[in-house]
């Protein structure tokens, strides 16, 4: 069985740009969540869907990010513009109502 | 105070020995409690989890976790170099059945 996967491993952009990260989550899982890690940091929550819908997107930082999950199948994470503190790893998750199943992380530097 | 605080070391070990590594959190009301192995680069990989108070083994690993103190641990025995990661302590949020608050992780060397 495939495990979650995200596209690119690495990005690096200029202040300013846009950057859209993909998540392909475990066949059949309908919970995905998105998580970010600041170097030096510890991992934070972004959001949370399931299926389609957001059920849960409190740790947002703010409206420059933009999480979508058409069809309920993979998802997207679009900064726009990004700044330099957008910088770090941005990891996806998903489940089937346990376990949560981590991807690789997209490493995503702001110069 | 952070939610979930952890020595990021690094805590150097010698292969075979036991290797110790804690977590203090700070939400009294916390029921559900993950340790999370991360190797350099790679995605966080779930070792272990635990809920209630007391001791949880599984092969060279055991949990412990004492909510009074608000502490849990993982304790690895017969260390092995391949052990040598990050070891990230997680909580569910309160009120919450999914949304992980993460401790920022050890660094844990087990040394030949």
């Known amino acids: 069985e495939a495990g979650v996967t995200q596209f690119p491993s690495h990005s690096v952009i200029e202040k300013g740009q846009t950057v859209t990260l993909r998540c392909d989550p475990i066949?059949?899982?309908?919970?995905l969540y998105w998580y970010r890690r600041v170097m030096g940091k510890e991992i934070k929550f972004l959001l949370h869907f399931v299926k389609e819908s957001k059920q849960d997107e409190s740790g947002m930082p703010n409206n420059r990010f933009l999480a979508e999950r058409t069809g309920g199948t993979y998802s997207t994470l679009k900064v726009q513009p990004a700044e330099l503190e957008d910088s770090g790893v941005y990891f996806c998750?998903?489940?089937?109502?346990?376990?949560?199943?981590f991807g690789p992380g997209t490493r995503l530097t702001v110069l | 105070q952070k939610e979930v605080e952890q020595n990021s070391g690094p805590l150097s070990v010698p292969e075979g020995a036991i290797a110790s590594l804690n977590c203090t959190y700070s939400d009294r009301g916390s029921q559900s409690f993950f340790w999370y192995r991360q190797y350099s680069g790679k995605s966080p990989e779930l070792i272990m989890f635990i809920y209630s108070n007391g001791d949880k083994e599984d092969g060279r690993f055991t949990a412990q976790l004492n909510k009074a103190s608000q502490y849990v641990s993982l304790l690895i025995r017969d260390s092995q170099p391949s052990d040598s990661a990050t070891y990230l302590c997680a909580v569910i949020k309160t009120d919450s059945n999914y949304q992980l608050i993460w401790g920022a992780g050890t660094k844990l060397i087990i040394k030949p």
């Open positions: 066949s059949g899982h309908d919970n």
């Open positions: 998750a998903s489940s089937h109502g346990g376990e949560q199943f």
